[in-house]
């Protein structure tokens, strides 16, 4: 029984083949495509509008250098958030469930960040190693601890979003089996129990969309930082 509950962060396969591809790639097929309309039906519309609204709070805390990252910030939180919903769908596969994944978008996003404070200013961006006004010999402790929570960044952005969506998909098979479990046996028992499993759902709605949008904002801190 315990590992039934965990057979649904193994990446399915298809003749051997890891079908986690094509879940990665699936919400690609639900963007809108380009025609020579802006807006086609209501779904684009809003489609459109949910991505001009997310471009427009992710470009505010930056200056117009990094407006050059609106693309790549508004497409990963465009990703995220359709593959957290469909995830939530029955009989369907969450990649964001994956570690490996995560850590393979917050890590090379996180470096390019790094990066490009130390290519424009490197003064400033290694000065947050060292806050204004330090006592001499806290010095070498201060900067120790602001590089190790600098190197913990990606580590904390794939975490957060792998024990935040697996908790919650943890949490719905449970509840589910046990409404099922008890529905011959305790009808009423069952009965509250699907309403606290309707209740978990809606909360998890809101956690996909939530966690995407903080995985992204995150990024654009970060970026804030070294430009």
């Not at 399915?12 to 309309?37: E, Q």
């Not at 470009?59 to 497409?75: C, D, F, Q, R, Y």
Request: charged share 5%.
């Amino acid at each position: 029984m315990n590992l039934s509950f965990f057979d649904q962060f193994a990446s399915p396969c298809l003749l051997g083949i890891p079908l986690i591809l094509i879940s990665v790639l699936f919400p690609t097929l639900l963007m809108p495509s380009p025609t020579n309309r802006w807006l086609t039906n209501r779904l684009s519309t809003l489609q459109l509008w949910i991505i001009h609204l997310t471009t427009k709070q992710l470009m505010l805390p930056l200056n117009k250098k990094g407006h050059k990252w609106a693309l790549v910030l508004t497409s990963l939180m465009m990703l995220l958030l359709t593959i957290n919903l469909l995830g939530l769908l029955p009989y369907t596969f969450t990649p964001t469930t994956q570690l490996s994944m995560n850590m393979a978008l917050a890590f090379p996003l996180w470096l390019a960040t790094l990066l490009t404070g130390l290519r424009h200013q490197p003064t400033t961006s290694l000065g947050h190693l060292l806050p204004e006004g330090t006592p001499t010999p806290l010095i070498p402790a201060l900067i120790l601890i602001e590089t190790t929570s600098l190197l913990i960044r990606p580590l904390a952005l794939g975490v957060r979003l792998t024990a935040n969506l697996t908790a919650g998909h943890l949490l719905i098979q449970l509840i589910s089996t046990a409404t099922t479990t008890l529905l011959p046996i305790l009808p009423t028992v069952s009965i509250l129990t699907t309403l606290i499993l309707l209740l978990l759902t809606i909360l998890e709605i809101a956690v996909a969309m939530i966690q995407a949008y903080v995985f992204v904002l995150l990024l654009s801190l970060y970026l804030q930082e070294n430009i």
